[in-house]
């Protein structure tokens, strides 16, 4: 089973480009979430989706959009990328609604903003 | 808003020896996480514990939960090299919302 794949794995982007950061599940599960990870800074929410057709603002949502596109894919768009968006984003997604549900992660995507 | 501290940040620790990392968060919460990750590599899951005195223990490792004073712990005993990475522990924000709020970290070294 692939669980969730993330792309691309690198990018450099100069400031100004606009990408979108791919991600999709193969687990049927309900939700979906963006993390950025900096140097002590933990992990951060950006954006998350509790169920297929909603979305919703996480810790740090400026400068990001999100689509849910259907069960299985939830897309991270930077429309005017920025130098404080250099950061490693993580995918991950859970069944959600039972009781131990955990979340499992993509591989990550190292983003460089030029 | 919820948040979710760690310490300490940074724990470099002999081969051999206990010691524990603690995760506070600030709003009433029944769902706590702690994941694993390894330097340059992704996140994995170690425990979940949703409900108050909860203990899970998987070999040297055992996380505790006290939601009465928001309060987890994750105790190591007789560490060995192979359990440096870096800790965290996350908390679901609102009962129900599926939304996961993260620690800063803990970055554990193990000297052999």
């Known amino acids: 089973n692939a669980g969730v794949t993330q792309t691309p794995k690198f990018q450099v982007l100069k400031t100004g480009q606009s990408m979108t950061l791919q991600c999709a599940q193969d687990m049927n599960h309900n939700s979906m979430y963006w993390y950025r990870q900096d140097p002590g800074m933990g992990l951060r929410l950006i954006y998350y989706s509790a169920s297929e057709g909603t979305t919703d603002k996480g810790e740090v949502p400026n400068g990001y959009n999100v689509s849910r596109l259907n069960k299985r894919e939830f897309s991270l768009r930077l429309e005017s990328a920025a130098p404080s968006q250099t950061s490693v984003y993580f995918c991950a997604s859970s069944e959600a609604k039972v009781a131990n549900e955990k979340l499992f992660f993509g591989s990550g995507t190292q983003l460089s903003v030029l | 808003e919820l948040k979710v501290e760690q310490n300490p940040l940074f724990l470099s620790m002999q081969e051999g020896k206990n010691y524990t990392i603690y995760c506070n968060y600030s709003t009433t919460s029944d769902r706590l996480y702690w994941y694993r990750q390894d330097p340059g590599k992704s996140l994995e899951s170690l425990f979940v514990?949703?409900?108050?005195?909860a203990v899970k223990q998987e070999g040297r490792l055992m996380a505790s939960l006290d939601t009465k004073a928001r309060l987890s712990t994750l105790h190591i005993t007789a560490a060995v090299h192979d359990l440096s990475a870096t800790y965290f522990c996350?908390?679901?924000?609102?009962?129900?919302?599926?939304?996961?709020?993260f620690g800063t970290g803990t970055r554990l070294k193990v000297l052999a």
């Open positions: 996350a908390v679901e924000s609102k009962g129900g919302t599926y939304k996961y709020i």
């Open positions: 514990l949703l409900s108050n005195g």
